[in-house]
Nanobody, 125 residues
Framework: QVQLVESGGGLVQAGGSLRLSCAASGRTFSNYAMGWFRQAPGKEREFVAIINRGGGSTSYADSVKGRFTISRDNAKNTVWLQMYSLQPEDTAVYYC??????????????????WGQGTQVTVSS
């Protein structure tokens, strides 16, 4: 019912910045809390950030707090992840995910109903 398409990944030097975008289909985008996850080679997928349905509350993994910012525009059916001061350990495939009618800020991937295909972020030292 919901299709998510990520974009904005690429190769960046350590200390640089990237802005990831996630475009959602449909006209009920505001019914979903939106999250970002990432998966590095040989590692499990991990939580990065979440924003609530209205966009007024956010939560971040400790590893990215202070460097990454999640935002959304429900009129545009879009969520972003602005990443500053990128480090090689941030290298991963980044996934956008949607959680239907959540009021909290879930960090468990099992709480999400829809997933995008992912976009590669590579940070060189």
């Amino acid at each position: 019912q919901v299709q998510l398409v990520e974009s904005g990944g690429g190769l960046v030097q350590a200390g640089g910045s990237l802005r990831l975008s996630c475009a959602a289909s449909g006209r009920t985008f505001s019914n979903y809390a939106m999250g970002w996850f990432r998966q590095a080679p040989g590692k499990e997928r991990e939580f990065v950030a979440i924003i609530n349905r209205g966009g007024g509350s956010t939560s971040y993994a400790d590893s990215v707090k202070g460097r990454f910012t999640i935002s959304r525009d429900n009129a545009k059916n879009t969520v972003w992840l602005q990443m500053y001061s990128l480090q090689p350990e941030d290298t991963a495939v980044y996934y956008c995910a949607a959680a239907f009618r959540r009021l909290g800020l879930g960090r468990n991937e099992n709480e999400y109903d829809y997933w995008g295909q992912g976009t590669q972020v590579t940070v060189s030292s």
